[in-house]
């Protein structure tokens, strides 16, 4: 029976970005006070950051904003945020043909990445 636990392949930050599976959000994330950098998963961007066409009084830079401000805050009271991370973000949605508010599970890693520098990674909380 082979040995399961060895490493087969190591799929990079930077490779999984190429794949358009993370979103580069560091730009925004400094403005909060997130120094590191950070990406959403492009699931999370496409379905909850970009906002329905029916919801004209939302966009997306506003729905991030809302994001990284709870991330940020979850952080500083999390005692070791060095690692997985689990918050909620309420976003206004179109579901149905009503809106409604929706609470969103989160998480948020930190890996080291190049240099051995942390990297913030956020997704919904069934991706890996």
């Known amino acids: 029976m082979p040995d399961r636990s060895k490493l087969i392949k190591k799929y990079t930050r930077t490779q999984t970005s190429e794949d358009g599976k993370l ?6 994330a400094k403005k909060v006070g997130i120094q590191c950098p950070a990406s959403i998963s492009r699931r999370l961007l496409s379905e909850y950051i970009i906002p329905a066409l029916e919801l004209q009084q939302e966009n ?39 809106k409604t508010i929706q609470d969103i599970a989160l998480k ?3 890996t080291l990445g190049k240099e051995r520098k942390p990297e913030i990674t956020v997704m919904l909380y069934d991706e890996d």
């Open 23 to 28: 979103v580069d959000i560091n730009r925004m």
């Open 60 to 98: 997306d830079v506003d729905r991030l904003w809302e994001l990284l401000s709870m991330l940020s805050i979850t952080r500083i009271k999390h005692k070791n945020p060095d690692s997985c991370v689990w918050f909620t973000v309420s976003f206004l949605m179109f579901i149905d043909g009503k």
């Open 108 to 110: 948020s890693i930190v």
